[in-house]
């Protein structure tokens, strides 16, 4: 937890200097973290090298992140985006306790919740070519939720059971920070196409 929150510290370091960050860089910079993620997974036994990938990835993620979250504050204001943050903040802390407690093995959720997830990566891209009606957009926006709240319940659960080693600490970070990016960012979708919606 404490490397954990120390990666944190740098995506927020990374947040605050996306705002001086030029627009045309952000989408090289999405390649980039894309591009970090799969480094990590690769660079598992070189320790030293997996912490200073890691870091970056947080760094990288910060700035692109800033971009999402100003769209958002844009179309949203600030006060909805804090409380779709602190929605985020809450659940997945409920659900990170949930997996970490519960006696069930929810291992049998890693297949269809990576299933789950690559029917909303085509689906998202398809969005960039095809415009989607809000009611399809908030549909989406409620299986990002659900599959990334089932992410966390699975990953905290896994690491419970199985533990982990120093080497895995790079990768498990990661993920557990996706898992709560991608929550909150989805929650954020959800509020932008129910307000339409109503």
Do not use: C, W
Not at 172 to 190: A, E, G, P, S
Request: proline share 3%.
């Amino acid at each position: 937890m404490a490397t954990f929150f120390a990666a944190f510290l740098i995506a927020v370091i990374g947040l605050y200097a996306g705002q001086y960050v030029p627009p045309s860089l952000m989408l090289p910079l999405s390649i980039l973290e894309l591009v970090l993620v799969i480094i990590v997974v690769f660079t598992r036994k070189h320790q030293g090298l997996g912490y200073f990938v890691m870091y970056l990835f947080m760094l990288v993620s910060g700035i692109t992140l800033y971009a999402i979250i100003a769209n958002y504050a844009s179309v949203l204001g600030a006060d909805e985006v804090f409380k779709a943050f602190v929605i985020a903040l809450v659940a997945f802390a409920a659900l990170a306790v949930f997996g970490s407690v519960t006696k069930f093995n929810l291992g049998f959720l890693g297949n269809i919740l990576f299933f789950g997830l690559l029917i909303l990566v085509v689906v998202s891209l398809a969005g960039i070519f095809i415009p989607f009606s809000n009611t399809i957009n908030l549909i989406i926006a409620i299986a990002g939720i659900g599959i990334f709240a089932g992410y966390t319940l699975y990953d905290f659960n896994q690491i419970a059971r199985n533990g982990f080693s120093e080497k895995d600490i790079p990768s498990i970070v990661i993920n557990i920070y996706l898992d709560f990016i991608n929550l909150f960012t989805y929650i954020l979708r959800f509020m932008r196409y129910a307000g339409k919606n109503n």
